[in-house]
């Protein structure tokens, strides 16, 4: 049974103005007693009109902690009536608007607190940040205040202090700016980067649970910095590096943060065992996961990889897929007012469903359980080293294991589900579309690409304006904010991939006329790119992101976007160039922090390795033979291989476009040019021949 993202009054209290509203995390408040504001004018205004304090409450709709504090604070009349009479409270989706959400992160952590949602900031009525705070407790507990305490200190402050306040609050929003004045790099970082990275990995890397100890707890899925160290291995011919990407993949399909039933990655796990996790499950985590397996698919050709890329996309298509094209947003951890519950087994009833003793061992399934008395289903891999062992199960046991899942997601099917977020985010939904042509690429699968040229469609028909402008999200017919410039970057990226899979040139035209919007709207003079598109005039600060946390930054993907273009042939010189401003900017933070910088570090590795540039070209008769050269070039894991496959004929009206193609012809059948290093060999025949010129 599927929850309705709709909120609808369970009492007589009367909507908010967040009634009006399409965000599913916004209707969740519309009914609170809390007299919220959706982020906008309105708001300021009145601010300004009646000198009171911003309350700035930031979250998502599959946010744990935002349902707690909503639960027992903003439902709460007594708290309500405090923030109604000495505040104006905005609630903000930082899914819609993430360019905000960082100015207030960042503010935040500038106070010496750590970040995290529901995040809480009081604002002037300028909008500069005084103080906050993450998840506020109703009363004294956890060694922080409670919310009512915390409140009526900042409104007294702010009756009898209130000088020092805005002061303190200018001062703040002033280093918050100066921290973002940066001028243009001047050099690269060291290349020894790309080896002490693998070695900061190595240190922290868990050999008996697999993954990384970043931090004492928990365990977040870090997909960007296994593809990172796959392509590691690849160039310096290290196996450790795959191996530590091989066994982390592994043990996060296997574990408990992975939902072994219904397919997915839950947003972290709360342990070092990837046992129990936070339920949530995001588009963006998914998406990235599915980019790592289709590497290690390429790299090793373990089946386990291609049945894992399988189960994910058969949730996404089955689960996530809206009527209109679009993929949802995420899914959340509470069902029912409860963490897990849709997805957690009892003893009795998984004997119930399945009959198979083997199962039941293998998934862990115990009287006691493992999570409050029930049990998560997660395979035990500790001690073992599957990169090593390639741990396989006989053809019967795998027709046992899927028949037991078969009939476990027929039972939950039966159950409430947990809320799904049916906002379509533009960054997003290219994230996946990346994920799924690699997915084609690695497995062969071409249903994938279909998937993607769907949702591609979507994209470009809903989400884009007949000037090319992108909105960041669409809900219930409705497109919506400017895009950031990770919207930007991912469609551009995805744009050139598709062009790259398919050959169709509008494809390449959407990529270079987003690439003139990028340009204009935000590029920097340091060489980078701001977050926020220049048209948005409602940010106390401009920032600059490099920063590849639960997403690529855009940053990030544009020296991934420079590369393929310079790779093509189009204005090659100047877009390597670009790119080199990149990792120039960032060099401190390459140099001193590159873990945090998987992607990043990913394209500074390309580069620095220079490409090798593949054109394909053929006679219309001959398409066969080429065809099969493309699925090789696909398959095959080369990371700095850039390639086109073209008909004669177009590869000739094209080629004005993109130069890669420029005096090219079939000759009697197809013929394969290989350039690296700006030399081109001799033109050859076949995919042996091609791949050892590749490699030579």
Known sequence: MRKSTNVQSNSNQKPNKLIHEKSPYLLQHAYNPVHWFPWGEEAFAKAKREDKVILLSIGYSTCHWCHVMERESFEDENTATILNQYFVSIKLDREERPDIDKIYMDAL???????????NLFLTPEKEPILGGTYFPPEARYGRKGFKEVLQ??????????????????????HLRDSERKNAGESLPSTDVFERTYQMFSRVYDPIFFG????????????????????????????HALEIAYNTAYAMKKGGIYDQVGGGLCRYATDHEWLVPHFEKMLYDNSLFLTALAKLYQTTQDPFF?????????????????PDGGIASAEDADSEGEEGKFYIWSLEEFDEIVSDPWVKELWNVTEEGNFEGHTILNEIISGTNPFQTKMEISESKGKSLQEAKGKLLSRRSERIRPLRDDKIITSWNCLYIRSLILSSQATGDNTYLEDAVRIYSFIDKNLRDKDGFLYRRFREGEARFQGNLTDYAEFTYSSLLLFQETANIQYFRNAKSTLKIIEAYFASEAGVYYESISTNTDLIVKTVEGYDGVEPSGNSTMAHVFLLLSGFGVDAGFHW??????????????????????????????WSKGPTEVAVIYKKENGSEAEEIKKALSSYLNPNVVWVVMEEEDAKKYANEI????????????????????VCETPVKGWEATKLLIGK
């Open 109 to 119: 952590h500038a106070m010496g607190q750590q970040g995290g949602w529901p995040l």
């Open 212 to 239: 990384f100890k970043m931090n004492q707890q928990n365990k977040f899925p870090p997909s960007m910095s296994l593809s990172y160290l796959i392509d590691y291995s690849y160039f310096f011919e290290n196996p």
């Open 153 to 174: 200190l900042v409104a007294n402050a702010w009756q009898n202090q209130k000088s020092e306040l805005e002061q303190a609050a200018k001062d703040l929003a002033d």
């Open 577 to 606: 160039d670009k790119a080199k401003n990149i990792f120039s900017y960032f060099k401190k933070e390459l140099s001193e922090n590159s873990t945090s910088y998987s992607f990043m570090l990913d394209a500074y590795l390309k």
């Open 659 to 678: 130069p890669l193609l420029e005096y090219r012809t079939g000759g009697d059948s197809h013929q394969v040019y290989v350039c690296k290093n700006l």
């Open 306 to 322: 291609r049945f894992a890329i399988q189960d994910i996309i058969g949730y996404y298509r089955r689960d996530m897929t809206l």
